[in-house]
Nanobody, 118 residues
Framework: QVQLVESGGGLVQSGGSLRLSCAASGRALSSYILAWFRQAPEKEREFAAAISWSGMKNYANTVKDRFTVSSDNVRNTVYLQMNSLKPEDTAVYYC????????????WGQGTQVTVSS
C-alpha cells in the first residue's frame, strides 16, 4: 500500500547537522500524518517529530528548537532537518505514516542510522 524509504543518515560530530529524507510511494498521503521516530540501542522507540499534510507540526521536547520537520506534498517526501546534534540523538531514525483517523502508525520505513560523536 504505502512504502517508506528513509535516507540521509550518517556520522556527524556533536553540534553538526544532518537532513533526513523519507520518500513515500504507493498511495497518496493527503490525509496522512507523517512522523519521525528514533530508537537508540537497547532503548524503546520514541517519537521525535510529526507533520500532517496540512502543515501542522509536533515535536518531542528533546528535539524542539533543534529539529525541523517539513514536507513536499507533490513529491510525497518528508524531511527532518537536524541541527545542533548531540550524542543523545544517536539512534536509528524511522519514518512512519498513519491516517488521521487511526491511532497507531501503520506504515514504517526500514530506518537510517544517525551517529553523533562527542
Amino acid at each position: 500500500q504505502v512504502q517508506l524509504v528513509e535516507s540521509g543518515g550518517g556520522l556527524v560530530q556533536s553540534g553538526g547537522s544532518l537532513r533526513l529524507s523519507c520518500a513515500a510511494s504507493g498511495r497518496a498521503l493527503s490525509s496522512y500524518i507523517l512522523a519521525w521516530f528514533r530508537q537508540a540501542p537497547e532503548k524503546e522507540r520514541e517519537f521525535a517529530a510529526a507533520i500532517s499534510w496540512s502543515g501542522m507540526k509536533n515535536y518531542a521536547n528533546t528535539v524542539k528548537d533543534r529539529f525541523t520537520v517539513s514536507s513536499d506534498n507533490v513529491r510525497n517526501t518528508v524531511y527532518l532537518q537536524m541541527n545542533s546534534l548531540k550524542p543523545e540523538d544517536t539512534a536509528v531514525y524511522y519514518c512512519a505514516a498513519r491516517r488521521g483517523s487511526q491511532h497507531s502508525y501503520e506504515y514504517w520505513g526500514q530506518g537510517t542510522q544517525v551517529t553523533v560523536s562527542s
